[in-house]
């Protein structure tokens, strides 16, 4: 793609980058017909290809984005599916972020959506602050049904059908500090606790600490560890989601420098596709760019670190398990086959999803402020997940087991739980 870009746009570090990317796409098209959001709306604009030529205008004319590209940016998924079908290597990504960073600065949103964007970044990112507005939302479920009427309620509807019907409380398992395992140490990791996790299903965490535990590993949960960045980085409020960042890297720096970490182990894959590219978020920091790039280079997903170990089952459990592979695990991490393997050697009889590089309309808070295109993607997932014939669904990442849970009509657990299960740990919620 041949660009137009003045010498003093390209001194700016965010036009460099874009006219770097943007020179890679060869218009294609590949894209178009893997773009959930293109599957649906059957909109160029809504289509990678068009959001690039979208992004490309606005940043060569050098202007602030118009209420136009702002609706379609806001209605792809980031599910970097794309990515994965483009033959040119058009990191997409890395753009989308660039030009969401761009219509935070430069657009006024509406009220209402200004204010709910506002609200999310200050509530969902904090576990203690999360669990109370939960409470409160599940109180307020029955209201849904009337925000639903009014258009720009309609996330406020979606926020709060999303709600979990139960509450579990705060897992008393996973205090801050060392976790050391009951026989001789192997290895030593950290794992992100995460904000989701922590509240919706504190299981994950704790079985990933007991898998890692039985296996040798020592686990520390650094007392200054917090949310990764991401929500706040997708809705473009980058200074929120580069101060996270920072205080993670400190965070994680502190041991690397103190007994050392083996791995930063992440069982959200959302959160570990966004720390994996830390080290480009903090490119430009003199003081974090090479700290932030070491603690990129040593993150894992928790199937790509127990692929490493010699796993053993006293429980193995012959259930005919979905896998849904996360966007952010298959194409974000490009993580495909290893959840599937370790499932199976488990003793899980596995299937995958028909289309299943297709987005389940999860993507962080998509299902809440584009809930009609969630809501249409995620019925297409299910629908494609029952030829499977499951009693159980798999995946990796607590986004799409929320969005997937109340119609699957089978329980939808996190990949780890099924493995500590059959290793002889408790029995997943709802199975």
Not at 86 to 105: I, N
Not at 109 to 136: N, T
């Amino acid at each position: 793609m041949q660009t137009r870009f003045s010498k003093e746009q390209l001194a700016t570090p965010r036009i460099q980058l874009a006219d770097d990317i943007l020179r890679k796409c060869v218009h294609c098209g590949f894209c178009t017909a893997t773009c959930p959001t293109y599957v649906i709306k059957g909109d160029e604009l809504d289509s990678p290809r068009g959001r690039i030529y979208q992004i490309k205008d606005m940043f060569e004319q050098g202007k602030g984005a118009s209420a136009q590209i702002t609706k379609h940016l806001d209605r792809c998924l980031s599910c970097l599916s794309c990515m994965t079908t483009c033959p040119s290597g058009v990191h997409y990504m890395h753009l989308v972020d660039e030009a969401r960073a761009h219509v935070q600065e430069t657009h006024t949103r509406p009220f209402i959506d200004r204010s709910l964007r506002f609200v999310l970044a200050k509530i969902l990112p904090y576990p203690q602050r999360f669990r109370m507005a939960l409470a409160g939302a599940k109180m307020a479920r029955p209201l849904a049904g009337v925000f639903g009427l009014v258009p720009a309620f309609k996330p406020m509807a979606a926020m709060l059908k999303l709600a979990p019907k139960k509450l579990y409380p705060k897992s008393t398992e996973l205090a801050k500090g060392v976790h050391a395992p009951k026989q001789s140490k192997k290895g030593r990791v950290s794992i992100l606790t995460g904000c989701a996790n922590a509240v919706l299903e504190p299981s994950i965490n704790e079985a990933t600490l007991r898998v890692l535990n039985r296996a040798g590993i020592e686990v520390v949960l650094p007392p200054k560890m917090g949310c990764c960045g991401s929500l706040e980085h997708h809705l473009g409020m980058e200074d929120g989601a580069l101060e996270k960042v920072r205080a993670n890297v400190d965070a994680w720096t502190k041991e690397i420098e103190g007994d050392g970490l083996d791995a930063i182990i992440i069982n959200a894959s959302g959160c570990g596709t966004t720390v994996k590219d830390y080290g480009h978020m903090l490119r430009l920091d003199a003081a974090y760019a090479e700290k932030a790039a070491k603690v990129s280079a040593i993150t894992k997903d928790i199937t790509e670190y127990l692929a490493e170990l010699e796993l053993s089952y006293s429980a193995p459990q012959n259930l005919a398990v979905t896998y849904h592979s996360a966007c952010s695990m298959q194409h974000g991490q490009k993580i495909k086959t290893l959840p599937k393997q370790l499932l199976s050697n488990a003793g899980f009889r596995v299937s995958d999803v028909p289309q299943g590089h297709l987005c389940c309309g999860s993507a962080g808070v998509y299902n809440i402020m584009q809930s009609e295109i969630a809501n249409d993607l995620k019925q297409r997932k299910l629908a494609n997940i029952k030829t499977t014939n499951p009693q159980v669904i798999a995946a990796g990442n607590i986004g799409c087991i929320t969005q997937l849970a109340d119609e699957a009509g089978v329980p939808v657990v996190h990949t780890i739980e099924l493995l500590d299960w059959a290793q002889g740990g408790p029995k997943p919620h709802g199975i």
